[in-house]
């Protein structure tokens, strides 16, 4: 069945003028130009001045219009008090965010369509080749999908009509800035012989670049829609699932494309690369996966120990395959930290594999990298759920807790470094939070200390999570109550 | 069990205490009025029991589930009329209740004929075609209410759905809802019109500053009301008397005004209302001095209390 947001917009832009004279707009301003195009003809090649003028038109109106519509569109959902009545459709978060994102993409279809007869023109005066224009076309709609669904999210994100404001002002100045740097892009591929001649001289590589950008484009868009949909799921439905999933996908995105620029490499190289290749990609791979669920650990190992009755039945009624994966994806803090150490293998694994081969230094980044988060997630885990639990309560009061505490730790000991003798910066460095698996490339710093630190920590850490996510394993249910902090959205009671 | 259950429902925004243990009940084929002066904590109940708010503690349920953890059945079992919600732009009738078909999923057949049968109970066959935002307030509330209808809920939660109406509509829309009781549906309905909800609900509930002041049955609440004044002291114990005679007599306002107790409201040659403080036994001392007076006295008896004398009897303005 159609989606019921996209069918209701369709038939509200219909009568509404605003589109309707964009559109004919386009379709004048587009019939003008060909005209005036067709007729100078002084240049070698008229069409690729129109190629140039379209592309930056359509751009303009996928990429900067459209977005801002979509934002507009989920604002006014969330603002107007037919939000509420949205809600109490049943209409699950990710139908909501899929009706508001196709919604736009339509529109856009709709503003190519009006376009698509002067590209046409473009094309056979010679201003662009077949292969351009369909990447051109992808790019453009693929671009505006994902731009569609980052306006999506930070319309969502807006409570208050400053905070709206605000969100709109950086959405419209980052999508204009982003639309004027698109433009030399498309007079530099209609100057040459276009992106046609460069996937010619290098098939491969050239429809891998292509097919590899459209990808981490969609997945961009992706990623925002799950955080909008995350947002608009009820406080007591199960908020941990879909970001988890997020944090997976990237992960294997970067393993995957690490170890695809690797296979390419080999493929290709004339220089009888090999298993070396492989072996950085795999210790880059491990580095960078390793800081990525590092970062997301703050997210997941926060969660609140207690679970709703909602999020009970999540966990409880899986059944068959679907069982184990509650126990990483599931929600509740027990969950989020064995997610935490899970993911970590996605990590784990490359940087053996990069150990194996000729390199340990990888693996001993990456090994610091986890010691680190395990030190200062299992720290503020346990600051957070013992002495200081009677203040920090919520989620986002934990997280701002790890925050502070990475950057504290950080702040105060580079303070010191400074403050004091250059030779004792050294004592310091290991403790120094984010920077210091860094830190030991330079000479001046021993390893040891980094060792020693992220050894000690880091596995005192992990043990604190594991104990924590043993002892809170069987869920406690709690009914999921109002935050006291909230405001009245009535305002009269 | 009751079909809606709120049991001691609080809630609190900062400092402020928009509701406190609020305890009510109701059952299908019941309309409930919902009565508080603004800022009693009406409308954060009303969300609340619609599931678009959580409780600082206390529950709601409907059918048994909770509004908080079973949030999503509980949607497809209750109806909820925002006060003050618009309609879409660039919608006809048509369209407004298609797209909320849609929504709720009813699928093509069954969706159709939800709206057929919505558009007929709430009589917009004729308007079907009109852009919802040209109508008039009459109509675009039964326009509300047919959005409210159109997944076939068993509660109906409307919060002022009167508001702005005028006479027409108003008992127009009041039929509407009595039609609905006979077809087994429970409402809960909030308005400021009291007389109305007199005539309309079968139960009432009183609410000042977030806190339950009385419910029941109207007749329950009355009687309390009735009963608390009558045992209150000084000017709270007070009703209305209405008094005929027999014949005209010019003289007798000022034996009226010369008995104790009693304020005059209304006076002509033959009857009177006045406002008396006491009880019955205060009642019959002024029937019978007025006939030692010579006054042929042929009717003396006590206004029955509307809802809104009970509701200015028992709750005094206070807002937070």
């Known amino acids: 069945m159609m989606n019921p947001l996209l069918i209701r917009t369709l038939r509200q832009e219909v009568r509404n003028r605003a589109f309707l004279g964009i559109y004919l707009a386009l379709l004048a301003a587009g019939a003008l130009t060909s005209a005036v195009v067709a007729a100078s003809n002084d240049g070698e090649r008229p069409g690729q001045i129109l190629f140039v003028i379209l592309s930056l038109a359509s751009t303009g109106a996928l990429w900067f219009y459209q977005p801002l519509t979509a934002y507009r569109a989920m604002a006014r959902e969330r603002e107007d008090d037919t939000w509420d009545l949205m809600e109490l459709t049943g209409m699950s ?18 503003i190519l369509a009006a376009l698509a007869p002067f590209l046409a023109v473009a094309y056979l005066l010679r201003g662009v080749d077949a292969v351009t224009l369909v990447i051109f076309l992808a790019g453009a709609l693929a671009g505006a999908l994902s731009l569609g669904a980052l306006a999506t999210l930070l319309g969502c994100m807006g409570k208050t009509k400053a905070t709206r404001t605000g969100l709109v002002s950086l959405l419209t100045i980052a999508l204009l800035l982003l639309w004027m740097i698109s433009w030399p892009i498309w007079i530099e591929v209609t100057r040459r012989s276009g992106i046609a001649g460069a996937i010619a001289s290098n098939p491969l590589g050239g429809w891998l670049v292509v097919a590899t950008t459209l990808w981490h484009i ?13 947002l608009m799921t009820h406080r007591a439905g199960d908020r941990s699932r879909l970001p988890r999933i997020a944090v997976l996908v990237v992960a294997i995105d ?44 703050f997210f997941t190992i926060t969660e609140d120990e207690h679970v709703s009755l ?108 400074i403050m ?21 490339h330079q000479d001046s710093v021993p390893f040891a200390w980094c060792a020693i630190v992220a050894l000690v920590g880091g596995g005192m850490g992990t043990l604190w999570l594991v104990i924590g996510a043993f002892r809170s394993w069987i869920p406690r249910p709690r009914q999921t109550l109002a935050s006291t902090e909230d405001r009245n959205p009535r305002g009269d009671g | ?63 048994g589930l909770s509004t908080v953890d079973d949030a999503d059945a509980v949607r497809r079992l209750i109806g909820f009329m925002p006060d003050g919600g618009e309609p879409y732009p660039h919608m006809t009738v048509w369209e407004y209740l298609d797209f909320f078909a849609r929504a709720y999923d009813l699928g093509p057949v069954k969706g159709r004929q939800a709206v057929e049968g919505v558009m007929d109970f709430c009589q917009l066959d004729g308007i079907s075609g009109k852009l919802a935002s040209t109508l008039s307030k009459g109509m675009r509330q039964r326009l509300s209410l047919g959005r409210c209808l159109i997944h076939d809920p068993q509660v109906l939660i409307l ?52 806190r339950l002041v009385a419910h029941g049955t109207v007749e329950d609440v009355k009687s309390q009301a009735r009963q608390a004044r009558d045992v209150a002291p000084g000017p709270d114990r007070q009703r209305l008397v209405d008094l005929r005679l027999a014949e005209d007599r010019a003289e007798w306002e000022r034996t009226l005004a010369e008995q104790p107790g009693v304020r005059i ?55 937070q």
């Open chain 1, 93 to 110: 978060p990710g139908r909501i965010a899929r009706g508001i994102v196709a919604t736009s993409l339509v529109q856009g279809l709709f």
């Open chain 1, 218 to 230: 969609l997945l961009a868009g992706g990623l925002c829609l799950i955080l909008a949909m995350t």
């Open chain 1, 254 to 297: 970067i393993l995957l494309l690490l170890g695809g620029i690797a296979w390419f490499e080999i493929l290709t190289s004339v220089r009888g690369y090999g298993s070396d290749v492989l072996d950085e990609a795999a210790g880059t791979a491990g580095m960078l996966v390793m800081a990525w669920i590092a970062i997301t650990g």
């Open chain 1, 310 to 417: 909602r999020q009970m039945r999540v966990i409880e009624q899986a059944r068959g395959w679907r069982r184990p994966l509650t126990w990483i994806l599931g929600p509740g803090a027990a969950r989020g930290r064995v997610f935490f150490l899970a993911a970590s293998l996605l990590a784990w694994i490359p940087a053996f594999i990069s150990w194996q081969g000729t390199d340990s230094e990888p693996f001993q980044v990456t090994a610091l990298i986890f010691g680190y988060a395990g030190l200062f997630l299992g720290l503020g885990d346990a600051l957070t759920r013992t002495i200081a639990a009677r203040w920090i309560t919520t989620p986002l009061a934990r997280r701002a807790t790890l925050f502070g505490l990475v950057a504290g730790t950080t702040l105060l000991t580079s303070l010191l470094s």
């Open chain 1, 420 to 440: 004091i003798d250059d030779s004792w910066p050294m004592m310091f460095n290991p403790i120094m939070g984010s920077a210091s698996p860094t830190i030991h």
């Open chain 2, 1 to 63: 069990m009751s079909l809606v259950q709120i049991d001691h429902l609080c809630r609190s925004f900062g400092g402020v205490h928009a509701v406190r243990d609020l305890s009510l009940n109701f059952d299908a084929g019941q309309i409930m009025g919902f009565i508080g002066p603004n800022g009693a904590g009406k409308s954060t109940s009303m969300r609340i029991l619609a599931t678009l708010d959580l409780p600082s503690s206390g529950d709601c349920r409907v059918a």
């Open chain 2, 159 to 210: 919060d002022e759905p009167s508001a702005g109406l005028d006479p027409r509509a108003r008992i127009e829309f009041r039929d509407l809802l009595k039609a609905l009781t006979g077809r087994g549906k429970a409402v809960l309905i909030s308005s400021h019109i009291l007389s109305e909800l007199d005539e309309l609900c079968d139960r009432v509930a009183i609410i000042e500053q977030g």
């Open chain 2, 265 to 319: 409201e209304r006076c002509d040659r033959r009857s009177a209302t006045v406002r008396l403080e006491g009880g019955d036994a205060d009642q019959a001392r002024l029937a019978k001095a007025l006939m030692d007076r010579g006054l042929p006295l042929c009717h003396c008896a006590a206004r029955a209390d509307g809802l809104e004398d009970v509701f200015m009897h028992l709750t005094d303005g206070a807002v």
